[in-house]
């Protein structure tokens, strides 16, 4: 599986931004894609994730009504949808692929810098 992020920008608080994760390979079927960020001096965390089926999906509280993560299957793209951004949502985010009953996340895309201003 390949995984291609890209929309990452400066904006400002309250400011909506889209993310866009390209992904190929065969199997999407069985595979989960999700969000990842890094905020300078922190660790990478999980934020958002959908399975290819788009029967599944999950959000980390503090994005919880503010991102919308959804998938394309003909596009074979997963975006992730963010809304009334804060400046805490500053990060490097990574969408990355696992198969659907792995513990861990193994196929990883570039980052992609989302820097919100207040």
């Known amino acids: 599986v390949q995984l291609q992020a890209s929309g990452g920008g400066l904006v400002q608080a309250g400011d909506s931004l889209r993310l866009s994760c390209a992904a190929s390979?065969?199997?999407?079927?069985?595979?989960?894609i999700g969000w990842f960020r890094q905020a300078p001096g922190k660790e990478r965390v999980f934020v958002a994730g959908?399975?290819?089926?788009?029967?599944?999906?999950k959000y980390i509280d503090s994005v919880k009504g503010r991102f919308t993560v959804s998938r394309d299957k003909l596009k074979n793209v997963v975006d992730l949808q963010m809304h009334s951004l804060k400046p805490e949502d500053t990060a490097v985010y990574y969408c990355?692929?696992?198969?659907?009953?792995?513990?861990?996340?193994?196929?990883w895309g570039q980052g992609t810098q989302v820097t919100v201003s207040s």
């Open positions: 390979g065969r199997g999407l079927i069985e595979y989960m």
């Open positions: 959908i399975t290819w089926s788009g029967h599944v999906s």
């Open positions: 990355a692929a696992k198969v659907l009953d792995a513990s861990e996340f193994n196929y």
